[in-house]
């Protein structure tokens, strides 16, 4: 049978599901929002401040993710070449340099992704999802085939949590928030009020706020400074005791509810693989 990229017994299919992984979605968007050219890109090609094309964008990113996660090779590959296509015909100005670079600028989709996957392994590892040290390099290294996707050379990604943590602190003084890009703390406030969410969603609209200052306190210090924002310890141990305390209050939930179509699909195909 075809699994795509990962399958039974990869840590992806592991991690993926769990519901507190939401948080490391906004985590991840977050993060990509201090690389300027990847959130130039992103505001000069959509209406950031539409609440409809926001939700919009982060659905099909939901999407894309899933599809990457479980889908099959020819589902993979479908959306990656959609992706990429996109992304190589936009264009965005650079007003430091006055520079026009396309949205595929590999400096950029390589920060995208290194946020994506740090994000979901902090946050996953935070909240008490069970992974050792082991897991968590093979986390990294399976994500290099979701790197391939957009257009990335697997050899020019970290495969390991030490070469994730040394990229991002080689990249680290060239971000910043653009300024002229309107804060994603009080953007996120406000639509999350009025999220257009689909009918399936709905139950999450009450607590999308606190989601958003949840992702915002799972951020690296030095993130949340560039945000503008308070970098305490204190506010560590908060987002920390606040992932572990959410992740099992929904380990609560029977598995046929907590976990999401795909996701119970691949916790069955593991445990028939294991038998």
């Given at each position: 049978?075809?699994?795509?990229?990962?399958?039974?017994?990869?840590?992806?299919?592991?991690?993926?599901?769990?519901?507190?992984?939401?948080?490391?979605?906004?985590?991840?968007?977050?993060m990509q929002g201090?690389?300027?050219?990847?959130?130039?890109?992103?505001?000069?090609?959509?209406?950031?401040?539409?609440?409809?094309?926001?939700?919009?964008?982060f659905l099909r990113t939901t999407e894309f993710v899933r599809v990457r996660t479980y889908g099959t090779s020819a589902e993979v590959a479908e959306a990656g070449a959609r992706v990429r296509k996109i992304h190589s015909r936009l264009t965005a100005l650079d007003p430091d340099t006055g520079e026009r670079f396309r949205l595929d600028d590999?400096?950029?989709?390589?920060?995208?992704?290194?946020?994506?996957?740090?994000?979901?392994?902090?946050?996953a590892r935070r909240a008490g999802?069970?992974?050792?040290?082991?897991?968590?390099?093979?986390?990294v290294?399976?994500?290099?085939?979701?790197?391939?996707?957009v257009g990335l050379r697997p050899d020019d990604v970290p495969g390991s949590v030490g070469e994730m943590r040394d990229y991002v602190q080689?990249?680290?003084?060239?971000?910043?928030?653009?300024?002229?890009?309107?804060?994603?703390?009080?953007?996120?406030?406000?639509?999350?009020?009025?999220?257009?969410?689909?009918?399936?969603?709905?139950?999450?609209?009450?607590?999308?706020?606190?989601?958003?200052?949840?992702?915002?306190a799972t951020l690296p210090r030095w993130a949340r400074r560039l945000y503008?924002?308070?970098?305490?310890?204190?506010?560590?141990?908060?987002?920390?005791?606040?992932?572990?305390?959410?992740h099992a209050g929904i380990g609560l939930v029977p598995a046929p509810v907590r976990y999401a179509p795909d996701a119970r699909r691949a916790r069955r195909v593991t445990a028939e693989r294991a038998a």
């Amino acid at each position: 049978m075809d699994h795509g990229l990962f399958g039974p017994g990869s840590v992806t299919w592991r991690v993926m599901g769990e519901p507190i992984l939401l948080v490391g979605g906004f985590r991840a968007l977050l993060m990509q929002g201090l690389h300027p050219r990847a959130m130039r890109g992103v505001a000069q090609n959509s209406a950031l401040m539409d609440p409809s094309e926001a939700w919009s964008r982060f659905l099909r990113t939901t999407e894309f993710v899933r599809v990457r996660t479980y889908g099959t090779s020819a589902e993979v590959a479908e959306a990656g070449a959609r992706v990429r296509k996109i992304h190589s015909r936009l264009t965005a100005l650079d007003p430091d340099t006055g520079e026009r670079f396309r949205l595929d600028d590999p400096g950029a989709l390589l920060w995208v992704h290194v946020g994506e996957v740090d994000s979901y392994l902090s946050v996953a590892r935070r909240a008490g999802v069970r992974l050792s040290d082991e897991d968590a390099d093979r986390f990294v290294d399976e994500w290099r085939r979701a790197a391939e996707v957009v257009g990335l050379r697997p050899d020019d990604v970290p495969g390991s949590v030490g070469e994730m943590r040394d990229y991002v602190q080689s990249v680290r003084p060239g971000l910043y928030f653009a300024p002229e890009v309107p804060h994603p703390l009080r953007q996120s406030l406000s639509q999350s009020l009025n999220a257009p969410l689909p009918t399936y969603l709905l139950p999450l609209k009450p607590v999308i706020p606190m989601l958003t200052v949840l992702a915002f306190a799972t951020l690296p210090r030095w993130a949340r400074r560039l945000y503008g924002l308070p970098a305490t310890p204190l506010g560590d141990l908060w987002a920390t005791a606040t992932l572990k305390g959410l992740h099992a209050g929904i380990g609560l939930v029977p598995a046929p509810v907590r976990y999401a179509p795909d996701a119970r699909r691949a916790r069955r195909v593991t445990a028939e693989r294991a038998a």
